[in-house]
Nanobody, 116 residues
Framework: QVQLVESGGGLVQAGESLRLSCAASGNIFHFNLMGWFRQAPGKQRELVAQIRRSGSTSYADSVKGRFTISRDSAKNTVYLQMNSLKPEDTAVYSC??????????WGQGTQVTVSS
């Protein structure tokens, strides 16, 4: 029933910015957590950023100061603003949602490629 639809991925040069969007099929406040994950070849999947129902946010050390997660409740959409992109940010980025603590709903994933 719950669907997460991502958009905004693409190819950019190092130092540039990109914004990913994740549109939910229902009220995003039904979820305790919403987050962005990424996985690059040869690396483990990692939680990049998450936002709680309360609005509290957290980030992986590798993206702190560069990425920002936010939401627009009117659009039931969560965003990931990515600034100062680096080649090592290249990965498939996935949106996910948790009713409580377990991320149980996932988007299709979108490719982000950062060239040098």
């Amino acid at each position: 029933q719950v669907q997460l639809v991502e958009s905004g991925g693409g190819l950019v040069q190092a130092g540039e910015s990109l914004r990913l969007s994740c549109a939910a099929s229902g009220n995003i406040f039904h979820f305790n957590l919403m987050g962005w994950f990424r996985q690059a070849p040869g690396k483990q999947r990692e939680l990049v950023a998450q936002i709680r129902r309360s609005g509290s946010t957290s980030y992986a050390d590798s993206v702190k100061g560069r990425f920002t997660i936010s939401r627009d409740s009117a659009k039931n959409t969560v965003y990931l603003q990515m600034n100062s992109l680096k080649p090592e940010d290249t990965a498939v980025y996935s949106c996910a949602a948790a009713t409580v603590l377990r991320y149980e709903y996932w988007g299709q994933g979108t490719q982000v490629t950062v060239s040098s």
